[in-house]
């Protein structure tokens, strides 16, 4: 039987920030009902049964808590969740536990040295940027020095595995600002980081007041994109997908299931899940969950077609041997010679091994991938 990974989402932050999309809510008095709602949740799966009756019966081997902001939570709550996980799943001795974290968090030690205790081994910090005035556009409270000492702190409780977050695109960046982060991200060690474009979502603030905003265009975007890319490549930090970087080994093990279309399963308002071929989520309204909604069917996921598109984000991209192994085929030729076209535009390379897409290509996936998948010969596929 396949393992599992487990999603939890978090959905309680301390503000909106302007460009915020994520479903959160800033209301502490929902704190202790959500963590017992989410421990019952774990212990009978009544809401995820219908799609997820094997569940309890798969070795779970990560676990992700994302937000909204788990470290505003707390890690009482954190341990809580953990303690339930232990009790309904086997959980794998090597397993990937994460947990996000604002660096603003007031009492970052007390929370690792919990987060620590109850099994977490790895956090992602919402840095942004480590410029000030950046992130105060960004209405992130917490400055440069409170990501340091975040990050001591987080060190100091045995959590050395941290990824930071960077943001690409932000108003007014420079190559210069960008650069500065880049730089604090390699100078602090750390052995992932996650890069983000900025995209401008509709109901945020920054949506609302574009106009006034001095963001960098499509081709400083681009260029911003190639300048970390290149620099973080250059300073050990390799990049594995789109949007993250590594050292070796010490790749997202959670995040890496989306891209392989393992399985996992999502719990709270907003988690999506991938169980059994199917592929459900929850609605974005923690009061439904409270009440017990269940999750709907969104459809199927598994097929070709879904492989290819997660695959290609990965800089190892879409192999002979991965192929044939999950789908007992190779790479369709109608879709070896659509990528082949782009090689000589330098955005896919193509070899004997399979189809990778190059930065400059990642740039234009979207557009790419629809293309490669339009062109495939159905009766090439399974
Ligand atoms: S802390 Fe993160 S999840 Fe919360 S509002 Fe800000 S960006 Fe969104």
């Known amino acids: ?205 920054f949506h609302k007041n574009q106009s006034k905003l001095n963001l960098p265009d499509e081709d400083t975007a681009a260029s911003f994109y190639l300048q970390t890319v290149d620099f973080l490549n250059n300073n050990g930090l390799q990049q594995y997908e789109i949007s993250n970087f590594a050292r070796p080994g010490y790749e997202s093990r959670h995040n890496t299931r989306y891209w392989e279309q393992k399985e996992y399963l999502g719990i709270g308002p907003a988690a999506h899940s991938f169980l059994n071929g199917k592929r459900f989520g929850f609605t974005r309204d923690i009061h439904a969950f409270l009440q017990g909604q269940p999750p709907a069917f969104c459809d199927d996921g598994g097929d070709f077609e879904e492989y290819v598109m997660l695959r290609l984000r990965l800089a190892k991209g879409l192999t002979q041997t991965d192929c044939r192994q999950k789908f007992s085929i190779g790479i369709p030729p109608s879709l070896l010679q659509a990528a082949a076209k782009y090689e000589k535009l330098n955005l896919i390379k193509c070899g004997s091994q399979g189809i990778q897409l190059t930065p400059q290509g990642f740039l234009v996936s979207n557009m790419l991938i629809a293309d490669l998948l339009g062109n495939i010969d159905p009766t090439e596929v399974p």
């Open 1 to 205: 039987m396949d393992t599992l990974g487990l999603y939890f989402h978090i959905p309680f932050c301390k503000g909106k920030c302007p460009y915020c999309d994520f479903y959160s809510l800033a209301d502490k008095s929902l704190y202790t009902a959500y963590k017992e709602a989410v421990c019952e949740e774990i212990k009978t799966l009544s809401r995820c049964r219908e799609f997820a009756a094997d569940a309890h019966k798969r070795t779970v081997d990560t676990v992700y808590f994302g937000g909204g902001t788990p470290s505003e939570w707390g890690a009482e709550n954190i341990r809580c969740v953990l303690q339930a996980v232990k009790e309904q799943f086997p959980l794998a001795a090597d397993a990937e536990i994460t947990v996000e974290c604002n660096p603003s968090t007031p009492d970052l030690q007390t929370f690792f040295a919990v987060c620590a205790e109850s099994g977490v081994n790895r956090i992602s910090m919402g840095m942004q940027s480590a410029v000030d005035s950046e992130r105060k556009k960004l209405g992130r409270r917490a400055n440069a020095a409170d990501v340091r000492a975040a990050l001591y702190a987080a060190k100091n409780a045995g959590i050395s595995d941290c990824s930071l977050d960077l943001m690409i695109g932000i108003p007014d960046q420079t190559a210069e600002s960008l650069q500065q982060s880049l730089q604090f991200l390699v100078d602090s060690q750390v052995p992932h980081a996650s890069v983000y474009l900025l995209s401008v979502e509709e109901g945020t603030f």
